[in-house]
């Protein structure tokens, strides 16, 4: 009997806790009750919101951000109004919007399609570049309030492919690419590279050798106009022409306007080096790529801006998502 004693005192200690944790779990119960149905609907529907709201900043900062198409620059792959979910992680999301920069677990790779900070986009301020990014990615894209003069929106980010990496050197001529990749001593077309390299990507043009051909006599035109000589009726009308025209390669005009003021001016050193450049084309130092458009003739792109920086590359373009009838990978 005496043995049995603190047994009996030991069961009746566990039964009076086993009551107690139970008895305090159905309060708790109660009470969450009690507080659910006194709560006020709208605020119930507000925090449900803001509970939503975090886990879409939250997937979309770290994971996936959704970003609809702003151009054609990227015609055929991508397409006008396109909304995509880009891959964030890959390379490394910033640690806020407009602010820092985590590791990633790659370098992009050449001809993935990536997103990246545009370099001429002028900030207003990291609090406005919090607030639109947050706006953007809660509502999936659907509210940008970045917008200019005109209310259309600014292009904070762009989206093209990385066809340049480190030690690539580009140039073109009448819209065609000519790579002389790392480690190469010959420039070849950019068909050829894709095929020796094994590597398939689309590239649409828009413009024939006949628009070339506009562009050509327009800067022409635009030089003599520069020089201050008289223009004829037939150059005023290539100007108005290369203006009607509206787009395609920004070299091929250049080069043509450049290079008939430099043999005019052989003592101007700024158009010498221009000239040059046209001429020697983009070198792609290391830790930079080259993004250049699908659509060749409309692309604002890296052949105006030169290559981009690896940290200034925020995702991977992953998958279309709507419209449903496009939906699929992006290559």
Do not use: C
């Not at 008895?23 to 609907?41: C, D, G, H």
């Not at 397409?79 to 590791?103: M, Q, S, T």
């Not at 066809?163 to 070849?188: C, K, N, P, T, W």
Request: aromatic share 10%; proline share 5%; glycine share 8%.
């Amino acid at each position: 009997m005496l043995r049995s004693q603190p047994v009996k005192q030991f069961s009746v200690r566990l039964v009076r806790i086993s009551e107690w944790i139970l008895t305090s779990r159905k309060r708790r119960k109660v009470r969450r009750r009690i507080k659910q149905k006194n709560k006020n609907v709208v605020l119930d529907w507000i925090e449900a919101f803001l509970q939503a709201a975090l886990l879409v900043l939250l997937i979309n900062q770290y994971l996936l951000q959704a970003y609809q198409i702003p151009s054609g620059s990227m015609i055929r792959t991508l397409l006008l109004g396109d909304r995509i979910f880009v891959n964030k992680l890959v390379y490394g999301p910033e640690l806020l919007p407009g602010i820092g920069k985590l590791p990633g677990f790659a370098a992009p790779e050449r001809n993935e399609v990536i997103v990246f900070e545009n370099p001429s986009y002028i900030s207003r301020g990291t609090a406005f570049t919090i607030l639109q990014r947050v706006l953007y990615m809660v509502t999936l894209s659907l509210v940008d309030i970045d917008r200019d003069e005109n209310g259309l929106p600014r292009a904070q980010l762009l989206i093209k492919r990385a066809v340049g990496s480190e030690g690539d050197r580009f140039r073109i001529h009448l819209g065609d690419m000519y790579i002389r990749a790392a480690g190469s001593d010959e420039f070849i077309s950019e068909a050829e590279f894709k095929t020796r390299s094994g590597t398939d990507y689309p590239v649409t043009r828009m413009l024939d050798t006949a628009d070339y051909e506009t562009i050509r006599a327009g800067g022409r035109a635009l030089a003599r106009d520069q020089l201050g000589f008289e223009l004829t009726a037939e150059e005023e009308s290539a100007i108005i022409a290369l203006r009607n025209l509206g787009f395609g390669d920004p070299f091929a005009l250049e080069w043509t306007r450049e290079s008939y003021r430099y043999a005019a001016e052989p003592q101007n050193d700024r158009l010498r080096q221009r000239v040059q450049f046209i001429r020697n084309g983009w070198y792609v130092p290391a830790n930079r790529r080259l993004p250049l458009g699908d659509n060749r003739d409309n692309s604002r792109d890296g052949r105006y801006f030169g290559p981009v920086h690896t940290d200034d590359i925020l995702g991977r373009a992953m998958v279309i998502y709507w419209p449903l009838s496009r939906m699929g990978a992006i290559r």
